[in-house]
């Protein structure tokens, strides 16, 4: 489903990522993780292209990234993606943030769209939220619709670059629910999260990046009590006091 | 005679009305029409390819470094040749001061639109809508309204800037008045009257304006 081949970016002089390889099958949950600064995010914004990259190729579904003749926008309507900072559209209702790709983008007609936006809102758990704007929401129901608009446009692969690091505790809890329900019915997801409640629930695989290198992954639970590098278990004893 | 003798005023109002009829006309197609052009340019200034960048970039550079009188003599003479004929002081004023205002609005609207996170742009992008898409529906809604104020500003010196058109001999507001006062010589009531009216729409707009960003200060 992806794969990521010798995939190699600066920033300037700044090495970001380091020859990353890596292959992501479909209905697989990878969680990835590391300290800041590791290349996590790029790493996961490269994947949709909304970061360039100056070496390797990604292959998503046998579409080639780097290949000029590549529709980006195409590619991009079936893969979702949850930021940290939720960017909804604040001057649209959590209803128009939900509808607006589908409508714009899939000709779909406004009623469908909107239908279709209120089952997404139900399964996220805020239908009564519909026509409040996001500025009147809270951090953890803005993220909750920001999922509900990625998967609007029924995507294949979900994205999501540290959906939780910018939400108070108490609604960390909100958020993960809907991912791990997600992870459930079989969505192809990678997640980029400190997380490691939900990577031992639904994770299929948990890569550890550090300064742009993937350091360890693992595919089973023993990453959590015995990591293989000294790295990880320097980062592990940090997050998981 | 009266110092200062009102009735002159009343005598010419309609003459006057006209011609601030005309500087209203000349304010509202400079402000929409350097808007529409201010927006395309300042979209170009923000583009990623050199052929689009630099000659948006020098448009408006090139603008704001000449005065706004300069460019309407220019248009005066410029636009006869290029259309062959002649057409006009009130067209080739018009011209004027939407290609001169555009260069204002343009470092506007880039200003706002570099002022909306870059989070916003990767939002839209990544549900699949194009570059196009995200600029009218997401990026251009939002920078308008964080722009307003300035656009606000920008229109009232715009209204005041018409007056520099009667150095082509356009009969606007100011022009109206001297050619009344060529006639009746009432240079400080005309004058005057001229001055109060103008501080009138001025100042109100601009008291609109403050209004407008004290709302949207709390708002936030």
Known sequence: MIEIRNVSKWYGNFKVLDNINEVIQRNQVVVICGPSGSGKSTLCKCLNGLEDFQQGDIIIDGVSLKDPNTNLYKLRQKIGMVF?????YPHMTALENITLAPIKVKK???QEAEKKAMTLLERVGIPDQAHKYPGNLSGGQQQRVAIARALAMEPEIMLFDEPT???D?????EVLDVMIDL???GMTMVVVTHEMGFAKEVADEIIFMDQGRIVERATDKTFFSNPKTE????FLNKILI | MAIFDYKVILDNLPFLMRGLITTFQLALIGISGGLALGILVGMARLSSRPYIYYPATLFVNFLRSIPLILVIFWFYFLVPIIAGRPLGD????????????????????????QSIPKGQMQAALSTGLDYKQTMRYIIIPQALRNMIPSLLTQSVIIFQDTSLAYVIGLKEFLRSASVVDAREVRSLELYTFVGIVYFIFCFTMSYFTKKWEAKKGMAR
Not at chain 1, 169 to 173: D, L, Q, V
Not at chain 1, 231 to 234: H, I, K, Q, T
Not at chain 2, 92 to 110: D, G, N, Q, T
């Open chain 1, 165 to 167: 690091s910018a939400l």
């Open chain 1, 169 to 173: 505790p108490e609604m960390i809890k």
């Open chain 1, 108 to 110: 779909m007609s406004r």
């Open chain 1, 231 to 234: 790295r990880a278990r320097e």
């Open chain 2, 90 to 113: 009130f067209l080739s004023a018009s011209v004027a001061f939407i290609v001169f205002e555009a260069s204002y609005f343009a470092e506007i609207i880039r200003a706002g639109i």
């Open chain 1, 84 to 88: 940290q900072k939720f960017e909804l």
């Open chain 1, 183 to 185: 992870a459930k019915s």
